[in-house]
């Protein structure tokens, strides 16, 4: 059993900053790659960033000098560092997990809504 929990998201003004974070409970084993994948009503669900267990990051071109993720392997946590939003950022933002055993898990959705 594991589950994935999200926090951090909310209501922002264009410009500022929040700072999700997605935690694994449960049965913790080896986790290769975690990530933040983002989806706004109507839209298809969109990779944002991942960092694989080596450290090595990828983010969308749409996030690139704006967006940091990183992880604390002793807790389990991945976090992504959302600075200088835009209302484009709007969407609900998901953790993805993935094991070496190559389980995937998701977390339940944290909504992160920029005004201008």
């Known amino acids: 059993q594991v589950q994935l929990v999200e926090s951090g998201g909310g209501l922002v003004q264009a410009g500022g900053s929040l700072r999700l974070s997605c935690t694994a409970f449960g049965s913790i084993l080896s986790i290769d790659n975690m990530g933040w994948y983002r989806q706004a009503p109507g839209k298809q669900r969109e990779l944002v960033a991942d960092?694989?267990?080596?450290?090595?990051?990828k983010y969308a071109d749409s996030v690139k000098g704006r967006f940091t993720i990183s992880r604390d392997n002793a807790r389990n946590t991945v976090y992504l560092e959302m600075n200088s939003l835009k209302p484009d950022d709007t969407a609900a933002y998901y953790c993805n997990v993935v094991f070496y055993s190559r389980r995937i898990y998701w977390g339940q959705g944290t909504q992160v809504t920029v005004s201008s």
């Open positions: 960092i694989s267990s080596g450290g090595s990051t």
